[in-house]
């Protein structure tokens, strides 16, 4: 059975209010999970950006990274995994006080390894910021 949004945001609390880098997406919000798929959104805060005012391209990756797993962990096996690849194409800055829209779902779902890929953009006009992919090992 597929995690529901209630169940994937309960997921999420336990995550970013433990001590860990994850504090820095305390803003981040659960808006639709499906099976293999989860939607996010987050506002561009000072604390995520760059000398440019721009949201920083650390924080861009960690968005993808965070938000895939997220996808992966909607389905029936529920299972982080570990990164073994991530790729990110950068295509256009997100500014401050934007809101930003994070889609992303499992591609492929393997008996070892997970394909996963993402999508940021900006909500006000779904302008594409960055996209990637991520391929996760499942420990078995």
Not at 4 to 18: E, M
Not at 19 to 30: A, D, E, P, W
Not at 50 to 65: E, I
Request: charged share 20%; net charge positive.
């Amino acid at each position: 059975m597929a995690a529901s949004v209630a169940g994937i945001q309960r997921l999420w609390n336990t995550i970013r209010d433990g001590r860990s880098f994850f504090n820095v997406m305390n803003g981040l919000r659960i808006v639709s999970v499906s099976s293999g798929k989860c939607r996010c959104e987050i506002d561009v805060t000072e604390e995520l950006t760059n000398r440019a005012g721009a949201l920083h391209g650390g924080m861009t990756a960690t968005l993808v990274d965070t938000i895939t797993t997220l996808a992966l962990m909607t389905g029936d096996d529920p299972t982080p995994g570990v990164s073994v690849d991530m790729s990110l194409s950068y295509m256009r800055s997100a500014k401050l006080n934007e809101t930003l829209v994070i889609d992303a779902e499992v591609v492929k779902l393997g008996k070892s390894l997970a394909f996963t890929k993402a999508t940021i953009m900006r909500k006000y006009d779904e302008a594409i910021i960055a996209s990637g992919s991520h391929t996760k090992h499942l420990g078995k």
